[in-house]
């Protein structure tokens, strides 16, 4: 035997064992990031709305009921009725529920054979500038797409003119 193919079979070998996924979930490839995003892959979906006429609007959600509840963009939905892909490829039926358009927010309720795995929500009154953030998505059910970052700024006037005008209505 070679010694090329004395290390390929120690290697296939060694990474058939049990002991193989041991070494892996110790690996410093298995980041906090990498752990969080292997989590809620599975709760992200894509949502097709069927507006009036017969156009679709196409966007991501993220499941936030085991009943089926799915968080989304407001002007994804914009209160259609649609079909969501689910994570393992299936497709259902989702309703409309309500949304803030004002603030590009709104729940639909899929129909689901199965409870969904869900995203958690988190809190917002006591964010802190610098803390990581990750987003995540799956745009027109081509595949899951992630960025990660940090909160720049808690305190921005997205509803504000500009500093100057600002500072003389203190």
């Known amino acids: 035997m070679r ?5 390929w079979c120690i290697l296939v070998v060694f990474s058939t064992t049990p002991f193989a996924d041991a070494i892996a979930e110790e690996s410093p490839r298995i980041t906090p990031t990498v752990k969080l995003i292997e989590a809620i892959e599975p709760c992200v979906v894509t949502l097709f709305a069927k507006s009036s006429d017969r156009e679709f609007g196409i966007g991501s959600g993220s499941f936030i009921h085991s009943d089926g509840y799915i968080l ?3 002007h994804v939905v914009q209160s259609f009725d649609g079909f969501v892909v689910l994570p393992n ?14 603030r590009d927010i709104a ?5 689901l054979s199965e409870p969904a795995k869900v995203i958690p929500l988190g ?9 990581p953030i990750i987003s995540a998505g799956n745009p027109g059910g081509r595949g899951m797409v992630f960025s990660s970052g940090i909160v720049s700024s808690k305190g921005i006037m997205t509803d504000a003119n500009n500093v100057l005008v600002m500072s003389q209505f203190r």
């Open 123 to 131: 809190r917002s009154h006591d964010l802190r500038n610098g803390e």
């Open 107 to 111: 729940i639909v309720k899929a129909k």
């Open 89 to 102: 490829g299936d497709v259902a039926e989702y309703e409309y529920i309500g949304g803030v358009p004002e």
């Open 72 to 74: 989304t963009n407001y």
């Open 3 to 7: 010694y090329f193919d004395v290390i």
